[in-house]
């Protein structure tokens, strides 16, 4: 195929319409989205406990979960980066999409009041709890070769602890998305770098993700790439599972962006 080079009008005038159809999308949104959540966290009810799983350092644990139930992912033991995955648990073909959730929601920074898409347009997951806003979307998590250039020997990271879930699950490593990082405090700067912004944590972090359908949800929890600690010691990871309570039609998340009245309406049609 032969590569057809774009003039700098071409270029100009690609950049005008994206820049418009941004400017029209962000005119729906909401001028500011709300604040982080206030620590320390709040109880949860022991009669909205469905499970309760401490995920140590370096290991791995996925679950299913239906529409309406909660994750809290919390940070109960000290820091430490975890790496999020799921599939539609009625079609593993569908799963998570980091490339459209930035993308449709015009930000990498997904917070309270956000939510996170599937590669069919559906909204999998809301944020709609958060304290720290400080994950990452767009890096990917620790593999062999970057554990090792790191920390000059082999330990467990992210890639192969995907894999081993989806074998779990029956699927293959293809069929593995990009990972969400959570507590990962990345940031890009004006010149278009990955920074570690470790003021972005405030200590106790939480999130917590409702889900937006029935899923399989898996985590690794490994040292982040851009971790600059040359010490490989990750904590222990605290995941909730909380009972589901229908949201309102008004809910923050269904509503704050016309991207995401799109993506409700997706799931919407799917369950007709």
């Not at 898409?117 to 890096?139: C, I, K, N, P, Q």
């Not at 969400?180 to 917590?208: C, I, S």
């Amino acid at each position: 195929m032969t590569h057809v080079r774009r003039s700098p009008e071409e270029i100009a005038a690609n950049r005008a319409r994206y820049e418009e159809h941004q400017r029209k999308g962000l005119e729906f949104a909401p001028k500011a989205l709300p604040g982080a959540s206030p620590l320390p966290a709040p109880e949860i009810a022991p009669n909205k406990i469905v499970h309760r799983e401490v995920i140590p350092g370096g290991w791995n644990w996925s679950t299913n979960i239906k529409k309406n139930e909660v994750l809290r992912v919390s940070l109960d033991h000290g820091f430490s980066t975890i790496s999020l995955v799921a599939w539609s648990a009625a079609d593993t073909s569908e799963r998570l999409n980091l490339p459209d959730t930035v993308k449709v929601q015009w930000t990498t920074a997904l917070g309270k009041g956000r939510v996170i898409f599937s590669d069919m347009g559906r909204v999998m997951f809301s944020v709609t709890e958060d304290s720290s806003g400080a994950h990452d979307g767009l890096m990917g998590g620790s593999t062999s070769a970057s554990n090792a250039a790191k920390y000059g020997e082999e330990k467990r990271n992210t890639r192969n602890n995907l894999i081993l879930l989806a074998t779990k699950a029956g699927l293959d490593k293809r069929d593995i998305p990009p990972a969400l990082a959570l507590f990962a405090p990345v940031r890009v700067d004006q010149d278009g770098a990955f920074r570690w912004k470790p003021e972005l944590l405030r200590g106790g972090d939480y999130v917590e993700l409702r889900a937006e359908m029935d899923m399989i949800v898996g985590f690794s929890n490994c040292p982040h790439p851009l971790d600059p600690d040359p010490v490989y010691r990750p904590n222990p990871v605290t995941v909730t599972r909380i009972a589901a309570i229908e949201p309102p039609a008004d809910d923050l998340c269904r509503t704050a962006t016309a991207e995401a009245v799109r993506g409700f309406e997706n799931n919407t049609l799917a369950a007709m």
